[in-house]
């Protein structure tokens, strides 16, 4: 045995050597390092997910891969393949690399978890075989590849198929089919097409249940609403004596609209004309999902979806034209927005973060673009001084006359950790909160949202009178209810119960300032339960979460009857509507292949938009602070989809992915695209 020992321990020690100091041996220095940050990715996994129980499967495999491909990168780099060349060509395709791993990985974990039902230790498994081999072909042959010259990146297999599209780009662009009076017949043909359709078929078929729920709340100027819509719905009903006529004309504007955002994507380019046909498709498509049952009802949709249209069109006919009036005209909407839904306020950040970055990058005060910036800033200062006066209100009133705040945000507690207090005073509440925190941890993001939304529901118009604010406050139920339902009764008329139209304000401020203390410092105390979740919310309206597959649907079911018995005994009114019940007794009724994969399109498309966006909006802040020329379509897509962002964060924070907001980021995102789109390939440029 000691003879043994003497004459392999020479080799192997030189076999060690030889792998820690040379250059050979590239496999094993890989399969050492890859293995150490394999381990380490799987710990740190397990650790967020059973040690923890800070997020589920699918972000602790995002978080996990995120740092220890960081420290990939110089392992990689320093150890396994001895890479001596600067950071400047390898990072880009690492990062490349990485992007796909990111995506690959988390397609193997959902897809074990959800559709294989299997642990997510077992997709971790596979991500351990599949990952690495894909990976090292990448990262030897590209990534760090010793004799690529400076500046390889933009001859390699995937800059090469990049290359190949700008040319289809190109070819198109320059195509004669689209000549300057053929764009233009396309045009009014697309216009004729979209208008007779749209109009056709939604004019002359009003529905006549064009009312809702919280209809009378807007058109009798509750101060819980703002009060543009009011004002809008009443003044044409005095003018024309009919609801119908109101209900006409937000549609008439809508598709106006939309027309105009037609014509702008079509005068683009070549590649614009085939932008407007795929918005006029996409239009018709959410036609069909109930967009304009929502454009024409009596509430405040059917004024701010036409404005969202307005506004998209102005944007590109600005974009095209650099024009001042349409720059102070389409911040005027923003800023009308505002009072037309609360939860808008923000927007009119978008254009003065714009404006505040221009001015601050631009050393020469008197360019256009600073000039721009001025105006865009007063405007926004002209229309929050003159407009709430105009409508009834002070002076730079932006919100409404009272905080609806506590009544809107209190069901946002649902999934949230229960506090020692509330669980002695309401054993109910406690067996209900706990079956609802075990039931969402089977769901993904998408389904969670759904299912959070319908509890909220839940607690906003049962729940909360009959269970939680009686325990909290100590007071008995009647008396929380009737108090509750006077507040509510301000907020909205509620379409299932007996209450009083008349509001009584002293009873309602009271209830909801309690709703609001409560809320806030339950987020307050649970803040880490909290703002996952509201990330989650996030991400649930900006991909269109409402828009569930087969499978998200089935998952909501289950989710929703695994939940406590008292949770829809003690809901009998929000439990009795026919689509809850419906929802309730048996599983949903699968969509047809078209719906399916009509909802998956869109829900990707919209994440592949939204990651476009993003980039392009940082890419704009760089050109716009080395004051380098800005492609007029980075800025079409980064505006969309800051408005989106912007748009969503109030619903995130306070409600849930609720379809209105869906439909409106849709609106925006799908005009951004289609500008970005459209902008391929023709060299327009933003002025310096």
């Not at 929502?294 to 701010?304: A, D, K, Q």
Request: hydrophobic fraction near 50%.
């Amino acid at each position: 045995m000691g003879a043994m020992d003497t004459s392999t321990s020479p080799f192997v020690i030189r076999l060690i050597d030889a792998v820690r100091r040379t250059s050979r041996f590239p496999l094993a220095r890989y399969l050492i390092a890859g293995v150490t940050v394999s381990v380490g990715y799987t710990v740190t996994i397990v650790a967020l997910v059973s040690w923890l129980g800070w997020v589920r499967p699918e972000a602790a495999n995002v978080i996990s891969l995120i740092l220890w491909t960081i420290v990939s990168y110089f392992v990689h780099r320093d150890f396994t393949f001895r890479y001596k060349v600067g950071y400047r060509d390898s990072l880009p395709r690492f990062i490349f690399v990485f992007t796909l791993k990111l995506i690959a990985s988390v397609f193997v974990i959902a897809w074990i978890t959800k559709y294989a039902a299997a642990s997510y230790l077992i997709g971790v498994i596979v991500n351990w075989l599949v990952l690495p081999m894909v990976s090292y072909v990448a990262l030897k042959l590209w990534v760090f590849q010793q004799h690529l010259p400076e500046g390889a990146f933009s001859v390699t297999p995937i800059v090469t198929t990049r290359l190949f599209i700008n040319n289809i780009i190109q070819y198109l662009q320059k195509l004669k089919l689209f000549t300057t009076r053929k764009r233009i017949l396309c045009i009014l043909l697309l216009v004729a097409v979209y208008l007779a359709f749209e109009l056709t078929l939604e004019l002359i078929q009003i529905s006549p249940s064009y009312t809702t729920y919280d209809t009378a709340s807007y058109l009798q100027f509750s101060p819980y609403r703002q009060p543009m819509y009011g004002m809008w719905a009443n003044n044409i009903y005095l003018l024309s004596g009919s609801w119908r006529t109101v209900v006409a004309l937000q549609l008439v504007a809508f598709v106006s609209f939309a027309a105009w955002i037609v014509v702008e994507l079509a005068l683009i380019s070549n590649l614009g004309v085939l932008s407007a046909i795929i918005f006029v498709t996409s239009m018709l498509a959410f036609t069909r999902h109930g967009l304009f049952n929502l454009v024409g009802s009596l509430l405040s949709e059917g004024l701010f979806y036409p404005m969202i249209m307005l506004t998209a069109a102005m944007f590109l006919a600005w974009v095209r034209t650099w024009r001042t009036s349409f720059l102070i005209g389409l911040v005027l909407i923003i800023v009308g927005m505002t009072q037309v839904r609360s939860d808008t306020l923000l927007l009119p950040a978008v254009p003065v973060f714009a404006a505040i970055c221009v001015l601050t990058a631009q050393a020469e005060r008197r360019s256009a673009n600073a000039r721009s910036a001025v105006f865009t800033l007063f405007t926004v200062v002209i229309g929050f001084v003159f407009m709430p006066p105009l409508l009834g209100k002070s002076v730079m009133q932006i919100s409404t006359t009272e905080d609806p705040l506590g009544l809107v945000v209190l069901p946002r507690v649902s999934l949230l950790p229960l506090s020692p207090v509330l669980g002695e005073r309401s054993p109910e509440w406690t067996a209900m909160s706990s079956s609802w925190r075990a039931a969402a941890a089977q769901l993904d993001i998408t389904g969670l949202t759904q299912f959070d939304g319908l509890l909220q529901e839940t607690i906003r118009w049962d729940l909360a009178p009959n269970i939680l604010l009686p325990a909290i406050l100590n007071r008995s139920p009647k008396d929380v209810e009737e108090e509750y339902w006077s507040g509510v009764s301000c907020f909205d008329q509620v379409w299932r119960r007996s209450v009083p139209t008349i509001c009584h304000s002293d009873r309602a401020k009271h209830i909801a300032l309690d709703a609001k203390h409560i809320a806030l410092q339950w987020m307050i105390d649970e803040w880490p339960s909290y703002i996952r979740l509201s990330g989650m919310h996030l991400w649930g309206i900006l991909t269109m979460a409402n828009l569930m597959d087969n499978g998200e649907q089935e998952q909501v079911w289950k989710a929703l009857n695994a939940v406590s018995i008292l949770t829809w005994r003690y809901a009998p009114s929000y439990t009795g509507l026919p689509f809850v019940s419906k929802y309730l007794s048996q599983i949903p009724e699968r969509l047809k292949w078209s719906a399916n994969a009509f909802n998956i399109l869109i829900r990707w498309a919209s994440i592949a938009v939204l990651i476009i966006g993003i980039v392009s909006a940082i890419s704009l802040l760089i050109r716009v602070r080395t004051n380098r020329e800005i492609p007029r379509g980075i800025v079409a897509i980064a505006f969309a989809v800051g408005w989106s962002i912007v748009h969503s964060i109030p619903g995130a924070l306070f409600v849930y992915p609720d379809g209105r907001y869906m439909f409106a980021n849709i609106l925006m995102m799908l005009s951004g695209g289609a500008a970005w789109f459209a902008y391929l390939g023709t060299n327009e440029i933003a002025r310096k």
